[in-house]
């Protein structure tokens, strides 16, 4: 008897101490923002319970009010919506850090000393692969050859991409595996730049870079796993608590899937599938999946590339570039071809999100969009989008209003460009590019992203572009083509609820309201009041993902 007496005290000392336990998490002292009815709205505590919000508000009443949970004092920091990027390479990310990265190195002779470094640091690597290369910054501002990187590595086959991901950079090595010889044609959405000869140089510029990167080992299950880990804690550590996957293959998508089912995915990912062949056929068996593992992954679009990059001039233009006589750029499909493709997409019921750089192809992409609308009917509740429209024709931009467009466009491109998009486009032609309040003034939502790699991971400096157009030197004085700026509560919408809402989740993400998901960031500075200038500066002190911390960076 004293045994089972024991028992039950025991047992009702447990129940007790469970009942007892806090269930929630209050968050006080902080500087808190959303956006609510599209009104800026200010808080001084955040409650949330399991992975939801509860609300925010005063304090001094919360505090009273939810007096069990947990009580974390928020220091008197900036608490902001987590941020979310419109258009990104998640793997991109990650294998930037495992391959050689020269980005932002401002000369030919620098770029080649740091792949010599990392060819002679890792002398068991088959192909020396990386990317980042920008010949706009370099004195030259000329392509690169192969014979430039025979240089520093001629034993080894090199490739390396450039910045925007649309030119590839070969040595000899690497030419002779892929059987490169003068009569190598070039292909539909593709070129080969050549010599006065005919041969080629070492550069590949959009489809043809299939030649070399066909040749290159896939990267193995282990490579695969690093890198996503690598670009997770990235994501994490710079407040990104969801982003919007361009192009997912199938691979891709099973391993999302397993490391959302283990509890280890840091940053919800809002998947496109890689166009609409093979991949598309496998992974839209079952239609689209508009979530997964309550809601940390989708995989309901699909990407498609129109033309290329304007640095690389690949991008598709009207008329012939300013700098480039003969050349328009390189449109990848015809409008038939394009057509057939959303077409298939859109049928299926998938959002269809179309990168369009040029003037040419954005034309392309409309006219597809129209088709696909003649055939189908009203396409506003798929949301298709546009991805960048960055030089879009003026006359063509009220047809984003017409047919229900989202344009996904990305506020870092406009001041990396600006060194040298006026002297591709001319001066008529840029009053069309990166043009985000003629955009807004017409009611188009934008989705605002960085398209890391090529950008930098960092959001903020999306929300800094986006509000000064300036470098990080404060250049040009005034901001380029300044009337196009948005204010502080356009760039923060942009990166939060109508981001959320381009992906269809305006219901659980984008705002700190009852009921939606608790995804919220605690940063060191308080955008809405900080100097403009101080707004890329920002540090994020904590990133939380469905009332789970995944980043402590301190918040001392």
Aim: glycine share 10%; proline share 3%; with cysteine.
């Amino acid at each position: 008897m004293n045994r089972i007496l024991l028992g039950f005290v025991l047992l009702s000392l447990i129940l007790a101490s469970c009942t007892t336990q806090p269930q929630g998490t209050l968050i006080h002292n902080v500087k808190g923002y959303t956006l609510l009815n599209n009104e800026l709205h200010t808080f001084d505590a955040l409650v949330f319970e399991g992975d939801e919000i509860l609300t925010t508000g005063s304090a001094e009443e919360l505090s009273k009010q939810y007096s069990e949970f947990n009580q974390v004092d928020g220091q008197g920091n900036t608490l902001l919506p987590g941020l979310i990027d419109a258009h990104v390479h998640v793997m991109g990310l990650g294998f930037q850090e495992l391959d050689v990265d020269v980005s932002g190195i401002e000369s030919l002779e620098g770029t080649l000393e740091k792949i010599g470094e990392y060819a002679q640091a890792n002398p068991d690597l088959e192909w020396i692969r990386g990317r980042g290369w920008n010949q706009v910054l370099w004195e030259e501002n000329e392509f690169p050859t192969a014979a430039d990187l025979d240089e520093v590595v001629g034993d080894r086959p090199v490739w390396l991409t450039r910045v925007d991901g649309h030119a590839g950079w070969a040595n000899t090595r690497a030419m002779d595996i892929a059987n490169i010889s003068r009569d190598t044609p070039d292909v539909q959405g593709g070129r080969i730049i050549r010599n006065s000869r005919g041969d080629a140089t070492g550069i590949f510029v959009d489809a043809t870079m299939n030649y070399v990167s066909s040749k290159i080992p896939g990267r193995t299950e282990e490579e695969e796993e690093t890198a996503f880990s690598l670009a997770l804690n990235s994501m994490a550590e710079h407040g990104l608590t969801s982003v919007h996957d361009a192009r997912t293959g199938r691979e891709t998508w099973e391993m999302y899937k397993n490391y959302a089912d283990s509890g280890d995915l840091k940053t919800r990912i809002y998947a496109m599938i890689a166009g609409t062949g093979e991949q598309f056929d496998q992974l839209s068996k079952d239609g689209p999946i508009n979530q997964y593992a309550d809601h940390k992954l989708a995989l309901r679009s699909v990407k498609i590339s129109a033309d290329g990059a304007l640095g690389s001039r690949g991008a598709a233009m009207l008329e012939e570039y300013s700098d480039d006589p003969e050349n328009k750029g390189l449109l990848f499909f015809d409008q038939e071809e394009l057509n057939g493709m959303l077409l298939k997409g859109a049928e299926k019921g998938y959002q269809m999100n179309i990168h369009a750089i040029g003037d040419a192809a954005n034309r392309q992409v409309l006219d597809g969009f129209e088709y696909v609308e003649q055939q189908l009917g009203d396409q506003s509740e798929l949301r298709h989008r546009v991805e960048h429209a960055q030089i879009v024709a003026l006359e063509d931009i009220p047809r984003f209003v017409d047919l229900d467009l989202i344009a996904s466009m990305q506020p870092t491109h406009a001041t990396s460009d600006m060194n040298m998009a006026e002297d591709r486009v001319g001066s008529e032609r840029i009053q069309g590019a990166y043009a985000w309040q003629t955009f807004l003034d017409q009611g188009t939502v934008i989705a605002a992203g960085s398209d890391f790699p090529v950008e930098n991971v960092n959001p903020f400096y999306g929300l800094y572009s986006a509000v000064t157009r300036k470098d990080h030197g404060g250049m040009p004085p005034g901001g380029w083509y300044s009337e196009q700026a948005m204010s502080r509560i356009e760039a923060l919408r942009a990166f939060t609820i109508d981001a959320a809402y381009a992906a269809h989740q305006e219901n659980v993400l984008g705002t700190l309201e009852p009921g939606k998901k608790a995804d919220f960031i605690i940063v060191d500075k308080d955008f809405f009041e900080v100097d403009a200038s101080e707004i890329w500066q920002t540090d994020v002190l904590q990133t939380w993902m469905g009332g789970e911390k995944v980043f402590d960076g301190g918040t001392d």
